[in-house]
């Protein structure tokens, strides 16, 4: 490493002097000599300084990424070793490249998941750190990108066989890697996305596809259209997989932001359908292009048409109910672009259906739903249900058992209907469980007004929330609205109330996470305030467990456990450890980097040492080349 830090002093000694000998070459023959020499001085004074400062990030940025080899938090490390290399590339393509290995080591020791794996989509920070470092190997060194794809390719773990598999998996750790890093990349570089949506292919269509599909048409749907006929081209190539390649298509080409997955139970009503949280703002790709549905659709038909028997697989039954699936979900459609086809699909339907051993028995709705009636809307289909539920309530025997029922009903109001779940979780006998679901919703119904800008309503609402952290929480949340409004008074308002609040608790991970909040919100106009509220934060920080891995999003602040409510916290930002150093400008460097240095989590100090650095870094921009 000596010999790196000897390029980076020669290369700022050559930035010192080089500006001043190519402006003496080309000055202008006008030019005012007197001037010329009278700002000389002071432009060379602050490129000098400024080049002292990038040495010195330079080197805090090595000591970071040295120190992350001994992270307990080996994701952590991972990212932040990867994001280190990028950072230092420009001005030290070694040492970027040492640090971008030592990036993918960290990934590598990361164990999988031991915990039960879900029946529906499992992640696991093994494969989300791949994905970091290969996003930066793949910018900066495509040789490296190249030989850790096969090294999951080759991973012993990264096939996992069908039946530990999630029901919207994808289909390899693979292929995971590369769709997710197509969505992390797509709004900088479409095509890039696009090349890797396509890679991904290697393995099968997978749920993730559709996704990134989606993501790609909202930037070109020429493009989008080129991805989607390398996968009938896939298909048509290697042959169908799994029905469930067919479902996914299907759903891009009509139902964006919805795929259902293949029936895999003996009720042949069952539907498995995953719906996305951030719903695409596009027109359907069959509208778009009538044709490449046409096409999609002759494919599908004959794949299905051609798809070996169930009795010759091992379990029959299970391969009857997929196919009946993807049959199900695109014969209408098959009927009016080919009506013959759409016929032998019936037949096929009908030998299939005997096949596949549905129960006779009529369904029953889950415990706590009702069935639907016709013409119903959600709105009325909710109110009847926590009727249904409220009625249950008061038919229970024992007191806990009312009350755990109380609290289901409470909870299962809509956020528009907060008042009627503060009524009926008033009927809980046990003071902490009858305030804390009374709190869970009022702060849900405070932050759905903030969404709408009602901030007024939002302001008296929270007042009726005892919880100290969720009003401080829902004051923050506000305090961003106001800033986006140019309401720097009211938000400043907002924000002093907040503190006081967080304050009066003892600090943990949530309370520490409020705190991040109102440090990243003064940042953007009052740096002063925002470095003092840092110090707080900072010292709360040592009293709790916090992790470099805490979401940015508002805390949920639930409660009470064995009770469900929805996540209400999606679409809000700003609660991390990140974005709070994000909000300090390049002037604030070293008072910032002073603060920092006091955290004692080790990690965490190097997260948001890493954020400091390249908040400077990005605001000078790339060196010249050389």
Known sequence: MRDNTIRLVLFAAFLLIGPQAVAHRFSPPQQDKSKEAKTSPEAEMQQQQKQQQILRILAVLRTTGDGATDWNDAAAASRTQAQIADLMWDYDAEAGRYYLTKGWESARRIDYPKQQRSAFRNTSSRTDSAREVMLVAR?????????????????????????????????????????QMAMQIVGQNPEAAAAMAIESLTDGVSFGFQEALLRIQEQDFGLAQRVFRAALSRLRTVGMVDPNELLILNAYLYTPGRTMATNTGDNPNQIQLAVGLN????????????????????????????????????????????????????IAKVAQ????????????LQLLTAEAQFTSEPSKAPEGELETRRGETASEYNERRVDYLE????????????????????????VDRHQRGRDIAGKIDDEELRENVRNSIVYRATLRLISLNDLDRAYDLTSKNTDVVQRAASLVVGAQSLLRAKDTTRAAQWLQEARALIRRVDPDESSVRVAFGVVSAYGKFDSLIA????????????????TPGDPDRVPLLQRFSGLEMPDFTSGTAGFSLKAAISG????DFEAVLDAINKITLKDLRGVATLELCRKYLTSVGPPPAI
């Open 531 to 546: 470095f003092d509220a840092l110090s707080e934060a900072v010292r709360m920080m040592d009293k709790t467990k916090l």
């Open 139 to 179: 910018k900066r060194a495509p040789d490296l990108a190249k030989k850790w794809l096969e090294q999951i390719v080759n991973d012993v773990d990264s096939d996992r066989a069908n039946d530990q598999r999630g029901t919207f998996d994808d289909r390899t750790t693979r292929s995971a890697v590369l769709l």
């Open 584 to 587: 300090f400008g390049s002037k």
């Open 337 to 348: 672009v080919s009506p013959e086809k759409g016929a032998m699909l019936a037949q096929r």
């Open 279 to 330: 719903q695409p703002r596009i027109t359907a790709a069959a509208q778009l292009n009538p044709a490449l549905a046409v096409e999609f659709l002759t494919v599908a038909a004959d794949l299905l048409l051609t798809a070996p028997s169930p009795s010759t697989t091992s379990d029959p039954p299970l391969t009857s109910r997929a196919q009946i699936s993807a049959i199900t979900s695109i």
């Open 391 to 414: 009625k249950l309530a008061e038919q229970e025997k024992t007191t806990l058992g009312r009350d755990i029922s109380y609290a289901k009903a409470a909870l299962a109001t809509t």
